[in-house]
């Protein structure tokens, strides 16, 4: 097995290459729509016919829950995060400036 270092948006293999496609990444990382749509295109350009695309995403949202769900959204600071989170449809990976981020939760 190889691997090489790419852009899931551009890459240098020919077509109907590989039996199996795996996107484990791009989906979450890539924040615009059409660089996503552009990721799953090259997939299934690699993918010989029949082929498998296998391909992960995370909600724009975990973080918020997970933060939720393990310390709350008391403090004014995590309130705000909520919002940008939520008005932004992502994410902004800022640590609240509370007790809660001290307790090394690494989340809003």
């Known amino acids: 097995m190889t691997a090489e270092l790419g852009d899931a948006r551009r890459l240098t293999f020919a077509d109907r290459t590989y039996h199996v496609v795996l996107l484990l990444g791009p989906l979450y ?14 997939a299934a ?7 498998l695309i296998a391909a992960a995403a995370i ?22 995060g909520v919002r940008d989170t939520l008005a932004q449809g992502r994410y ?3 640590r609240a400036a509370g007790p809660a981020a001290k307790a090394g939760s690494g989340m809003i």
Not at 29 to 42: C, N, V, W
Not at 45 to 51: D, F, M, S, T, W
């Open 29 to 42: 990382h890539l924040h615009g729509k059409t660089d996503r749509i552009s990721a799953l295109t090259e």
């Open 45 to 51: 350009r690699l993918a010989r016919p029949g082929g």
């Open 59 to 80: 909600s724009r949202y975990s973080p918020l829950l997970d933060h939720i769900a393990t310390t709350g959204i008391t403090e004014s600071a995590i309130q705000d």
């Open 92 to 94: 902004a990976g800022h």
